[in-house]
């Protein structure tokens, strides 16, 4: 099974600012099999980055994918009030899928 | 637009079953793997379950195999998850979601429905 871990758990930042979100692999991932999801409270994730790096339909491009192998980042260029939320990586090179512990992007 | 409708949740008592339900419309569903994904309160996400487009593969998480089955109906566009012998630890919110890659079971989730608690609990 591939375990994901994100850091840092929390990021304390203030709008405007850029956000940078780590995701790495106890082994390689193949293809770049990784895909970032948004999560605001009460409400469903929603997918932002797939293939580590390709941006979902609608996606603003504030938002970027990169990374290969074991390490991945997801950056947020300039932090909108609406980009406060959780945020999960996941793998789907081989089962089982597995998600990341998440990281907590909330106002400074 | 897609959508994707959970029902079926609820309490239940440890040792018990419960069958959630999945309704899609907005796109072709037979092309796609479909998926549950749990997560419990103030929780993680956890990958549950995937059917491939035709029903013909299935793979479970090692925390619900030999308890819990996937199914489809491809008539209707529906996805089922039948759970048997519930345990405390199976208390989440069980999101019902789509594959995005024609014919895969191993894929990310294009999209996500609202999700269905299910609350095991005596």
């Known amino acids: 099974e591939i375990v994901l871990t994100q850091s840092p758990g929390t990021l304390s930042l203030s709008p405007g600012e850029r956000g940078t979100l780590s995701c790495r692999a106890s082994q390689r991932i193949s293809n770049s099999y990784l895909a970032w999801y948004q999560q605001q409270p009460g409400q469903a994730p929603r997918l932002l980055i797939y293939g580590a790096s390709s941006r979902a339909a609608g996606i603003p491009d504030r938002f970027s994918g990169s990374g290969s192998g074991t390490d991945f980042t997801l950056t947020i260029s300039r932090l909108e009030p609406e980009d406060f939320a959780v945020y999960w990586c996941q793998q789907y090179a081989s089962s089982p899928l597995t998600f990341g512990g998440g990281t907590k992007v909330e106002i400074k | 637009q897609v959508k994707l409708v959970e029902s079926g949740g609820g309490v239940v008592q440890p040792g018990r079953s419960l069958r959630l339900s999945c309704v899609a419309s907005?796109?072709?569903?037979?092309?796609?793997?479909m998926h549950w994904v749990r997560q419990a309160p103030g929780k993680g996400l956890e990958w549950v379950a995937v059917i491939s487009d035709y029903g013909i593969d299935k793979d479970y998480a090692d925390s619900v195999k030999g308890r819990f089955t996937i199914s489809r109906d491809n008539s209707k566009n529906t996805l089922d998850l039948q759970m048997n012998s519930l345990r405390p630890e199976d208390t989440a919110v069980y999101y019902c979601?789509?594959?995005?890659?024609?014919?895969?079971?191993?894929?990310?989730?294009?999209?996500w429905g609202q999700g269905t608690l299910v609350t095991v609990s005596s």
């Open positions: 907005g796109f072709t569903f037979t092309r796609y793997g």
């Open positions: 979601a789509s594959g995005a890659v024609f014919g895969a079971v191993k894929d990310y989730f294009d999209y």
